[in-house]
């Protein structure tokens, strides 16, 4: 009585090993990253999002004017808004990321994004699973620092595999049972793994930590690890440990041991959840940014979503737009404007005990934002 069910499930596990083979291809024949210090003109897509994204991205793009004044006018710069990808529209072209909303993405050089809402259940994709796909953003890099702890880690989560990709692509036996997919390929983790060990290398830093479950998810975590270590081969002078998840979020809380981690390698759900623990103790999901990096595009973004309950109560203007600042300033180093992110970085600095906390007795976003402006004038 199952078989109809088992045929069929079948069918699609046999599609999805197919695409991903055909994806690892891909990967192996993809272009040299494109080098923006080379370019004449950069054009940084806006995306507003839901709920507090628009707000928090009105506050960001006029920090940006501020500090861009010069390369808006002579046209290096262009701020291009990017519409329609609210859920709203997404609902009705049934679309993660509408067509027509793609090509516009895709004619920007970058991205600077507030959080998207995905509807819980139903068929609809993640639009932030969607573009990373789409756009091939393989490496979500999120920095934390806590100056006073000595604390400066900076995660490299793998952004276009493991349990997200297919997570919209399980099969169900509606009463029975249902079935997601994980996957890891070599091409995919070795990508995310050589940006890890460049980016500890170029900053000097002498330890990674691989961070799997590779003692109970043994094939895509096992060759995960195995992977980072052979990566890890080819730069002696950098420490490779291996930890497993669990352990490694109670290190976290840790005061005593935590300030000896660096930089971290991990696959993408590990990644999505221990970033939001590493955020809040920096102060705060609204305190991270977070950059999503391929060779052809990049997408800034707050670590955090949409907060729908913030704008159901009212408490929309005082969304804190830290993270989104620090998302554009991780924007700017990216584009090799390195002057102007650290200028930003300097700002936010100074300004970080005064950002808004979310509740109606602190400041707006807006004040927030003015705060942030007259500081980099004064720099
Ligand atoms: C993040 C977010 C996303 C994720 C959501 C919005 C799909 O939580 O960027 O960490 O789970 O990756
Ligand atoms: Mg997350």
Sequence with gaps: ????????????FRTLIEEQI??????EQSAPPKDFSSLDQITVGVIGGDGIGPLIMEETQRVLETLLADELATGRIALKKVNGLTLENRLSCGQAVPDDVLAEIKSCDVLLKGPTTTPKGG?????NVTLRRELDLYANVRPI?????????????ENTEGEYVLGSRGVEMPGRLAIDFKVTTEPGTRRIARAAF???????????????????????????????HEVAADYPDIKADNWYIDIMTANLVNPAIRKNFQVFVLPNLYGDIITDEAAEIQGG????GSANIGDQYAMFEAIHGSAPRMIEDGLGDYANPSSLLKAAEMML???????????????????????????????????????????????
């Excluded at 068929?123 to 639009?127: D, P, R, T, V």
């Excluded at 999901?285 to 991270?288: K, L």
């Design 333 to 379: 180093r990216h584009i090799a404007l390195t002057d102007k992110a650290d200028r930003l970085a300097a700002a936010l600095t100074a300004c970080a005990d005064q950002a808004p906390t979310g509740f109606a007795d602190g400041p707006t976003c807006r004040e927030f934002a003015d705060l942030v402006m007259g500081r980099l004038q004064a720099l």
């Design 123 to 127: 068929s609809l994709e993640s639009a």
């Design 145 to 157: 620092q806590i100056p006073e702890e000595g604390i400066d880690w900076i995660f490299y989560r």
């Design 22 to 27: 055909a994806r690892t291809e891909n990967m």
């Design 1 to 12: 009585m199952y078989n109809e069910y088992i045929e069929t499930a079948c069918r699609q």
């Design 198 to 228: 460049e980016y500890a290398k170029v900053n000097g830093k002498d330890n990674v930590s691989i961070v799997t479950k590779a003692n109970i998810m043994k094939k895509t975590d096992g060759n995960f690890s195995r992977i980072c």
């Design 285 to 288: 999901v609204g305190t991270a």
